[in-house]
């Protein structure tokens, strides 16, 4: 297994062999993680915490990829807009399987962008994305993809949003093999008020 967590902050630059992460205000968090059994858990409590730059994307290359994004306070980021986060299972993988959970509470939260592939051969599981975003006001999800190729089983994004004025903009899920035999499904729950930017068209509409 192979773990590189990295902190940075505006005074001070640390590097920790751990899988485990924790952070307080203002502190940007870098995972590189290339090869078999990556597996991170980033927890970081207070205010704009960032997971992942468009110029240093958090990064998980390889097979068995495991992400969990744990952030407490107001205007915390994953993934800033523009690939700034990564779950890739490789196409010469033995076999594929992406997860990530975020978990963001308080207000004004975003998940910026988010990309899982797996362009590999997918036996079991393959693409599974968690968000729970709790609070009092505008969280947003801005940019997910999920791309399989090669694969049999679907690929699952479950998305809770609570609170007011919360957004979705964009959730797109691409499976390429004509083998699939499994659906791809997206779940989203929504509680409170003035939440969405327009009103629901197409299957979201009808499900």
């Known amino acids: 297994m192979k773990l590189a967590t990295r902190l940075l902050s505006a005074t001070a630059l640390a590097v920790l062999p751990a899988s485990a992460l924790y952070a307080a205000d203002d502190n940007v968090a870098h995972i590189d993680q290339i090869g078999a059994d990556n597996a991170a858990l980033i927890d970081q409590v207070g205010a704009r915490n960032i997971v992942g730059l468009e110029d240093d994307a958090a990064l998980q290359n390889g097979y068995y990829n495991a992400l969990t994004v744990r952030q407490t306070g107001a205007g915390n980021q994953v993934g800033t807009e523009g690939d700034g986060l990564e779950q890739n299972g490789q196409l010469a993988s033995p076999s594929v399987h992406n997860i990530i959970t975020i978990e963001q509470s308080s207000s004004e939260n975003i998940v910026g962008e988010v990309l899982q592939s797996a362009l590999g051969a997918i ?3 393959a693409n599974r994305l968690i968000v729970l975003q709790e609070g009092d006001r ?3 999800i801005s940019v997910v993809y999920q791309i399989q190729e090669n694969a049999m089983p679907g690929q699952i994004a479950d998305i809770t949003q609570s ?7 964009l959730l797109r899920q691409r499976s390429i093999s004509s083998k ?3 659906e791809n499904t997206i779940t989203a729950r929504f509680s409170g008020d003035f939440n969405g930017v327009r009103a629901l068209t197409g299957p979201a509409l009808i499900s």
């Open 123 to 125: 036996p079991g599981e």
């Open 138 to 140: 505008r969280n947003r």
């Open 163 to 169: 609170g007011e004025g919360n957004q979705i903009a």
């Open 180 to 182: 699939q035999d499994g």
